[in-house]
T-cell receptor
């Protein structure tokens, strides 16, 4: 079946601009996570959705970052007034998150964001 | 705060050799995961370890978990070039909404 997809695969933007990154999870997965990975490091948690609601947004670095999942499926990560320090690969993962699941997370290919 | 430490962070080895990557974590965790990442690619799940003493094997890779020592190992047997990648361990807890807390990764280079 189809895995997690993310678009765009690459995004180059100028400092100060607004960007949106999209994640389409595996069908039926209720849990959705966003992570950020800088070069040479492990991923860093940003936000977690269970259904439509953001159950945990404690990893968002500041109020320039916002994410939505209005219908409980596709999610969009929104970054306002981008800064060069926002440059990273943004990863999305989904999980079935049910009593019978192992809570294993399945990752998309990522969006590489470069802020110039 | 839950922390995850991997060592070594970089490993260069010859084909045919055996080696072990270590993953320590700081507090009680529900599950431990091993992922593989090839350059420029996303994360591929290798193993999910759910309980103390769990051991899983796939090909030349074997992972184990000791929850009392808060330690997991990823053992590579008779390494081949195709296993060159960065390997990450990660843990999650119910108290953290199952978000994954990651180690820094071990970059493994296997020379023919």
């Amino acid at each position: 079946g189809a895995g997690v997809s993310q678009t765009p695969s690459n995004k180059v933007t100028e400092k100060g601009k607004y960007v949106e990154l999209r994640c389409d999870p595996i069908s039926g997965h209720t849990a959705l996570y966003w992570y950020r990975q800088s070069l040479g490091q492990g991923p860093e948690f940003l936000i977690y959705f269970q259904g439509t609601g953001a159950a945990d947004d404690s990893g968002l670095p500041n109020d320039r970052f916002f994410a939505v999942r209005p219908e409980g499926s596709v999610s969009t990560l929104k970054i306002q007034r981008t800064e060069r320090g926002d440059s990273a690969v943004y990863l999305c993962a989904s999980s079935p998150f049910g009593p019978a699941s192992s809570y294993e997370q399945y990752f998309g290919p990522g969006t590489r964001l470069t802020v110039t | 705060e839950l922390k995850v430490e991997q060592n070594p962070l970089f490993l260069s080895m010859q084909e045919g050799k055996n080696y072990t990557i270590y993953c320590n974590y700081s507090t009680t965790s529900d599950r431990l995961y091993w992922y593989r990442q090839d350059p420029g690619k996303s994360l591929e799940s290798l193993f999910v370890l759910l309980s103390n003493g769990a051991v899983k094997q796939e090909g030349r890779l074997m992972a184990s978990l000791d929850t009392k020592a808060r330690l997991s190992t990823l053992h590579i047997t008779a390494a081949v070039h195709d296993l060159s990648a960065t390997y990450f361990c990660a843990v999650d807890t119910e108290g953290s909404n199952y978000q994954l807390i990651w180690g820094a990764g071990t970059k493994l280079i296997i020379k023919p």
